[in-house]
């Protein structure tokens, strides 16, 4: 038997992805799902889309981290639905991402990793830098960052 799936990735409006990033990220929190950035014209959402349903999304804003001189974006609000975990879903958004910042001949992605998150960045090529910290109601993170170029 052959399933018809349609699969598509695409840029997508911050407003799109408020749902998911509330449902995934930020439950039983009273924390927001809007982040500050999300409207500025550098920044940028994907998408992932099953059967037109957003499954999977990323954020990529304009944001220095003090250890970096070269231009850098970060990743926020990485967010799949839980019934699409573990598909690799997730790692096509870094790709087309990828792909997109070194349009933008964008050099580093960093990115405030929670602990749980850690293995999934790490395949992707990202590397810690410093030392945990907490981020009240979500808890441990690490900063990660990749270089582009």
Known sequence: MKLNVKMKIEEITAEQTYGLRKKELRKNMSLS????????????????????????IVSFMRSDYKEFTEKQFQLRGMATKENYQGKGFGKML????????????????????????????????????GKEFDIPQIGGHFVMYKKLI
């Open 33 to 56: 799902s809007k982040f500050r950035g999300d409207l500025d014209a550098d920044t940028f959402h994907l998408g992932l889309f099953i059967n037109n349903e957003i499954v999977s």
């Open 94 to 129: 870094i790709t087309k991402s990828e792909e997109l910042l070194k349009e933008k001949e964008v050099i580093i992605v960093w990115c405030n990793a929670r602990i749980v998150a850690l293995d999934f960045y790490k395949k992707q090529g990202f590397k810690i830098i």
